[in-house]
């Protein structure tokens, strides 16, 4: 393979240099947790990092631990004097230090413009997820909360079928001024609520009637388990008896992933501080903490898996 052409691969090969200088040369086995958190990082960025190399031959695996052939560090360095080579190393060098620095979050170290053209960018992405999520949820003379919900795209493909549904998204203050221009020109009647994420966890203090239905899409994959356990236990005072929530994210399988998924892993973990993906069990083990189960799962598109998670 012409490592040279494939540079999300550099993130990875530069990352786990870092980490295997600061563990002594010695590749801690993905169960090792006291070993992992000596790298100094965080170990869910740690996982991502091996999971891309193993899937692309660039770390063997011996039926036990990871290891280092002489073939993957011939590779390595290839990878990293190109690295150097083409003036890369300070930017990598800067993402690193950004992993090494748990209380950093995506959302909260960009400027109020780049928000704004994220907010208006995720609609219509999102926007094309909901037409498909529509076909498998009824959301007729519902109410619905949509937690994230940013500018409104999920909740105006909802919508567009649904037309009865009482639909509600809580975001920060960019988004939902986005998504009022655009349900104003789209002719949806969405409520947006501004409550900051990170520094409350979704802390709600809403008033009316409960929801049938608590939505949320690329969410809990932004946070770690014990962040996502207080958004539950805070969404759950919210739902009505039988009251179901819907989780739309891109779900793991357990197995070795294609590169541009633990990618997105990876990110994940630098851009929010410990955020990472699931799989169905890992998202069911959340929920069985407010009495929840997973009733449906459906795949929507390439990436993202639906979850309908009911009553146990």
Do not use: W
């Not at 150097?84 to 413009?113: H, P, T, V, W």
């Not at 549904?165 to 203050?173: A, P």
């Amino acid at each position: 393979m012409d490592y040279e052409n494939y540079m999300e691969l550099y993130e990875a090969v530069y990352f786990f240099d870092r980490i295997n200088c600061c563990a002594g040369s010695k590749i801690p086995r993905l169960s090792d947790r006291d070993e992992i958190a000596k790298t100094g990082v965080n170990e869910n960025i740690y996982r991502a990092v091996v999971r891309i190399l193993a899937v692309n031959r660039l770390l063997d695996y011996d039926g036990s631990r990871f290891v280092m052939t002489s073939e993957n560090k011939e590779k390595h360095r290839y990878i990293l004097d190109n690295i150097i080579g083409k003036n890369q190393n300070n930017k990598y060098a800067d993402m690193f230090d950004k992993a090494a620095d748990e209380s950093r979050y995506f959302f909260e170290c960009i400027s109020e413009l780049e928000y704004e053209i994220y907010s208006r960018y995720n609609f219509h992405l999102t926007f094309e997820t909901g037409k498909e999520a529509a076909k498998h949820i009824d959301l007729a003379d519902k109410k619905a909360l949509e937690l994230g919900g940013n500018s409104g795209g999920l909740g105006t493909a909802l919508l567009s079928k649904y037309r009865d549904c009482l639909y509600t998204i809580v975001d920060t203050k960019i988004p939902c001024m986005v998504g009022k221009e655009f349900a104003g020109a789209n002719k949806v009647n969405i409520t947006f609520i501004e409550n900051s994420i990170e520094n409350t966890g979704f802390d709600l203090a809403l008033s009316g009637e409960p929801y049938d239905y608590i939505i949320m899409m690329n969410l809990l994959h932004d946070f770690d388990d014990a962040k996502c356990a207080d958004i539950l236990r805070n969404c759950a005072k919210y739902c009505k008896n039988g009251a179901k929530f819907v989780i739309i994210e891109d779900v793991l399988t357990g197995d070795f992933e294609p590169k541009e998924v633990i990618m997105h892993g990876l990110r994940l973990a630098v851009e929010c501080g410990g955020g990472r993906q699931r799989t169905t069990q890992e998202l069911a083990g959340l929920f069985s903490s407010i009495g929840y189960r997973p009733e449906k799962a459906v795949k929507i598109d390439d990436v993202h898996t639906m979850l309908v998670m009911g009553v146990r």
